[in-house]
């Protein structure tokens, strides 16, 4: 068995004072939660280093994986990354003034704007991607290779009914 760790404790504490509860979810749920904290840090570590916000990161990451010429509509980009459409306009706004994306009328529909990333813009988000995929591989770097297929799998199972 492991060592113990702040869940295990927490636990603990909870179980001694509320003995008629089950506070087996905190096992997994307030370890996930925890990891999350630590994800979310080395992502704003990761992309700070290429001048993004996670944000910028989101909507360029959205446009990278459409491929060539990575452009997509701003409903397509609302689809991804689950902003309102306001929101959508403002992060728009943003990466416009910041020389990362343009506006283009849609080609198929005059009435239509497209979002096109910029070089500037792919070259920030693969290196951005490329610092984060290194930053994660180190938090998962205890598990073996068929433990993180494994961890994968159970939270893919778990996700499912969100996504």
Known sequence: MPASDEVDRIVTAWSRERSDLDFSPLQVLSRVARLARHLERARRTAFAASDLELWEFDVLA????????????????????????GT???????LVARGLVERRTDPNDGRGILVMMTADGRERVDAAIATLLHAESELLDKLSAAEQERLSGLLRKLSLDFD
């Open 62 to 85: 959205a446009l990278r994986r459409a491929g060539s010429p990575y452009q997509l509509s701003p409903k397509a980009l609302l689809q991804q990354t689950l902003v309102s459409s």
């Open 88 to 94: 959508m306009t403002n992060r728009i706004d943003g």
